[in-house]
């Protein structure tokens, strides 16, 4: 610009109110994840190594990243459901469904799974853009044998339920990693993370534990074969932004912001699947005992395993709290049968074909659901026909 002596001089617009109140608020949030990941990573380190100082059980040294997250969602759950009478409760064929517990679970879940779908994804699109192209490739980004095995080992230091680790499953595509790796994980963290593994070692001995590994590892594997050829992955439109892409372009930003804006990009998509798992887990954790009475009616009769496999594969229930209720069925019940129960109601769940059904479609999520029910159901049978 030239004013009238014909001096030549820059004239800077003032930037408007809306982009610098959203920059402040795009940096005040990345704040917060660094500092909410900092301290999760924090916290897990030093619980499990005063877990491990103080003499306590191996399970209680393991750890588990999403803790913090999930005992201040209960905590959230309790507090806003306390006005709710004790005495309300509906009944249903399945059971009583207790009115205050479901709707403090639901709230539960409604805070943990979009917080653990923003950090997983935050995280994993971080470590993508932070690190080359061939780095990736050699570690998950691979589909071969050592990326699927690769899905497997994260998966079994990896806890978490079924319907959080499908979060899970879409922050690894979407930073980058194989899709048949990716499935290898779906499959192994529910399934056979160190909870499970600890508790089949603790249940059966070795040669139960060791059974459970290699009818695991073996699922695993399938599912991740059966994801080229059943189309098991996410839908592109799930992941793919063009106003993102447009926007870096006219605008670079920082490797940590284009992390963020990718991460809750993601979370807009799935937000609306992540609040309808939340809620059918609140339902369908009010009959997680029914499995229980159903398997000690079994007994070892020889379609225990068939019923382990339909019962357990609805409901929403993690390693750690199918421990106990499995645990008193050990003498009641061959071990296949016991083995199908654990992986059935570890391994997937309503909740988790909900979410997957907005992330890839009916069809796969429909293909993946037979083929657990077929595993689960057949490996049992297969077990105890052997060890008859």
Request: proline share 6%; net charge positive; glycine share 6%.
């Amino acid at each position: 610009m030239v004013n009238a002596q014909g001096t030549q001089f820059l004239s800077l617009s003032p930037r408007p109110r809306s982009k610098q109140l959203r920059s402040w608020l795009e940096r005040g949030l990345l704040a917060i994840t660094l500092t909410t990941l900092i301290y999760l990573g924090t916290t897990v380190v030093l619980s499990s190594t005063q877990a491990l100082l103080s003499g306590q059980p191996l399970e209680k040294a393991i750890p588990v990243f999403e803790a913090p997250i999930a005992e201040l969602g209960k905590a959230l759950g309790r507090s806003l459901s306390i006005w709710i009478p004790e005495e309300w409760a509906v009944p249903t064929p399945l059971g009583t469904l207790d009115v205050r517990f479901t709707v403090s679970y639901t709230i539960y879940e409604w805070f943990k799974l979009p917080v653990l779908l923003y950090l997983t994804t935050f995280a994993m699109t971080l470590i993508r853009l932070s690190i080359s192209t061939e780095r990736l490739e050699r570690t998950l980004g691979r589909g071969d044998l050592l990326g699927i095995l690769g899905g497997v080992l994260l998966g079994m230091v990896t806890p978490v339920c079924s319907c959080t680790v499908t979060n899970l499953y879409a922050g690894l595509i979407a930073g980058g990693a194989h899709r048949r790796a990716a499935a290898a994980f779906l499959f192994a963290s529910p399934a056979m993370n160190e909870f499970a593994i600890a508790f089949m070692l603790i249940t059966t001995g070795l040669p139960g534990m060791l059974l459970y590994l290699i009818a695991g590892i073996t699922a695993a594997a399938i599912v991740a074969l059966l994801a080229e050829i059943a189309h098991i992955a996410p839908k592109p439109s799930v992941f793919q932004s063009p106003t993102c892409k447009s926007a870096a372009i006219n605008m670079p930003r920082s490797l940590l912001l284009q992390a963020q804006s990718e991460a809750l990009q993601l979370l807009r998509r799935l937000l609306f699947a992540v609040l309808i798992s939340g809620a059918l887990a609140a339902v369908l954790t009010n009959f997680n005992l029914t499995l229980v009475a159903a398997l000690r009616q079994a007994g070892y009769a020889w379609w225990g395993p068939l019923a382990a496999a339909l019962l357990g594969l609805p409901l929403d229930v993690n390693a750690a709290s199918t421990a106990p209720i499995l645990f008193a069925l050990r003498e009641i019940v061959p071990l296949g049968t016991l083995i199908s129960a654990m992986m059935a109601t570890t391994v997937a769940s309503i909740p988790e074909g909900s979410m997957l059904v907005r992330i890839m479609g009916w069809r796969p999520t429909l293909t993946l659901a037979m083929f657990y029910a077929a595993y689960t159901a057949s490996i049992g049978l297969i077990i105890n026909a052997v060890l008859a």
